[in-house]
DNA sequence: CCGGATCCGTTATGATACTG
DNA sequence: CAGTATCATAACGGATCCGG
């Protein structure tokens, strides 16, 4: 059989996602709105972020908060299962910053510690 | 400013390709054929599969070996580059079988030890 | 202005068939 | 075995528009 049983393919839905990860990533951050991750994702399109955050509200990934206004506010925040793939992305970034940045271009990973936001 | 430098998005040519973490994560087991891939990642058309090597080659991520025939033989290996994914791979499948399968569902890394590490 | 939705063109992926 | 060719669908990018 060739059913084994692989996780990452599991995990496809994500990774097929151009933008997934990179989202993760400015989330990780802290909360941020529809407006704040279109200025720090440079090259997403309104659409595919609009697309991209459903989807991870969807799996379970993020969460999206309505303030009621006006102004009405949207925050995108990460659930538990989003936060869980900090290690991963950490890894990833310092991944990229090893082989594909040069020294002076690789930030300091900006997560945030101690993450209880309720 | 908008032009963080953002690790992640440096990768992004390896991130949006659906298969990408995928064809590797199977590679960390070792040297595999084409239809050897094929075979293991249930789901994937050989077109895609076909593209996405060329890109990992590309990317300097894999290695294109052709044992002379009659039969030629194509194998894939990963580079050292390839091979330092390893973690990002191995906490992806660990998130992977955490949130997305069920424990009996979740397989132990077939991952090739005594490779380079940093 | 904010948080998208809609329309349209381009690229990536999937299914199937076919080739050296 | 290791792909290519062809065609159809899905994802993406750019631009515009819209209700609050």
Known sequence: ?????????????????????????????GEKTFSELEK??????????????EDLVEMGLAERIVEPGPPVRVR??????????ERVIVYMAEWACKWL????ECPRPKIREGSAQS
């Open 1 to 29: 059989m060739s059913s084994d049983k692989c996780p990452l393919m599991a995990a496809s839905k994500l990774l097929s996602r151009k933008w997934g990860l990179v989202i993760i990533y400015y989330l990780l951050e």
């Open 76 to 85: 995108y925040r990460l659930t538990e299962m989003g936060r869980d793939l």
């Open 40 to 53: 720090k994702i440079n090259g997403i399109s309104s659409k595919t972020l609009s697309e991209t955050l």
């Open 101 to 104: 940045l040069k020294e002076d």
